[in-house]
């Protein structure tokens, strides 16, 4: 009886439906997107901006400096030794071509006008002597070789008024008295002054009295590395970038690059002009020039502060409508210190989360 019931239990329970644990949709999409409200809080810490197109470049930013334009810049010695007496031109004042920068006390140039003088009068004298002479001859009161002796003389003292004249004009020309005065050659601004009013002035001096030059037109110079010298060649548009203004780009072009190759270093200078924009790019600033591909070739460039790495991909948040952010995985290019080129998954114009990128990544995650 015992066997009869517990084998009836058992077709029982064997007939019973079974209760499935449940699973998830593999096809359900994972949620990708998130909604702000207009006064929600986090959009005080996001930074919104459209997606910038560039040039595309053709090699990876290269080291270089701003330098001044040896084409627009003057260094000023003095010729002469001498003392300052009166300093006229101060650093950041722009002066005119042949402007007086400096009056000094020159013995040199005493002496030269000095000689100029002493070698007129010679000259003079040697002249009526000639002159003496050659009348002297046509009534036979004198040999030829006497005529010949003055005429030698006279040529002599010529040639010693010229290059006294020449010395003295090389100096001003006398026309400041003794007092010699220091003339820029060029227009532009006094950059650097390096003398002071009692200051001995040497004509063998290191360092130049003034400097003046333009500096609104600056010259980028690059150490170009040899693996790189078939991506460079003379009027290619550059970008260059310091660390003075961040996300900034100075565009110039390549002026000239170097023949000869430094044996240590292997590497070649190359020259660019640069657009200064009004001057704010400063000689001797450190910079970082990318070389840009010539015609239309452009890319899309982001800051890398606008990507989120998970794993293996880059994302991107892009505001797909008022208030919706929608996470996108990109595939990049070159990337920069500060900069990304993206190949896929963004176009120019689109507007990005420049800043605030990995906040909302945490809503996101937080969310699912």
């Known amino acids: 009886m015992k066997k009869i019931c517990l084998l009836l239990f058992v077709m029982l329970l064997t007939n019973l439906p079974v209760m499935a644990a449940p699973q998830k949709n593999p096809a359900a999409p994972a949620r990708d997107t998130l909604s702000l409200a207009p006064d929600s809080p986090q959009w005080a810490k996001l930074k919104i901006q459209p997606a910038e197109e560039v040039p595309a470049a053709t090699a990876e930013p290269l080291n270089g400096k701003v330098a001044l334009d040896e084409d627009r810049t003057a ?4 010729p002469v030794l001498g003392r300052a007496l009166r300093i006229n031109a101060r650093v950041g004042d722009n002066v005119k071509a042949g402007q007086v920068l400096m009056q000094m006390d020159s013995p040199d140039l005493g002496g030269a006008i ?3 003088r002493k070698a007129d009068a010679d000259l003079g004298l040697k002249q009526h002597a000639a002159e003496r002479s050659k009348l002297l001859y046509e009534h036979g009161v004198i040999a030829l070789k006497d005529l010949e002796a003055a005429e030698a003389d006279l040529a002599q003292s010529e040639a010693e008024a010229v290059r006294a004249r020449g010395r003295l004009n090389n ?3 006398g026309k400041g008295g003794e007092n010699y005065l220091v003339r820029s050659p060029v227009g532009g601004e006094v950059v650097d002054r390096q003398v002071n009013p009692g200051m001995e002035v040497r004509p063998d001096a290191a360092n130049p009295l003034f400097i003046v030059t333009d500096p ?17 060649h003379a009027g290619q548009t550059i970008a260059l970038e310091v660390d003075a203004y961040p996300g900034e780009r100075f565009l110039g072009k390549v002026l000239s ?32 020039i990318t070389p840009l591909a010539d015609g239309q070739h452009m890319v899309v460039r982001i800051p890398n502060t606008a990507l989120v790495t998970d794993g293996l991909y880059n994302f ?11 996470k996108r995985r990109v595939m990049l290019g070159v990337q920069e ?19 605030g990128a990995i906040l909302i990544n945490a809503e996101l995650a937080q969310g699912q």
């Open 337 to 355: 210190r500060e900069y990304a080129v993206v190949r896929e998954g963004l176009k120019a114009g689109e507007r990005i989360v420049t800043s």
């Open 75 to 78: 260094r000023i010695y003095s």
């Open 114 to 116: 000095a000689d100029s």
């Open 316 to 326: 991107i948040f892009v505001e797909v409508a008022p208030g919706k952010l929608q």
């Open 257 to 288: 690059v170097g023949t000869l190759l430094d044996p240590t270093t292997r590497r070649i200078p190359v020259r660019c002009t640069v657009d200064s924009k009004g001057g704010r790019l400063k000689p001797d600033m450190y910079a970082r």
């Open 171 to 173: 100096l001003g020309g």
């Open 216 to 232: 609104n037109h600056l010259w980028a110079v690059i150490d170009l590395p040899e693996r790189d010298l078939d991506k460079v």
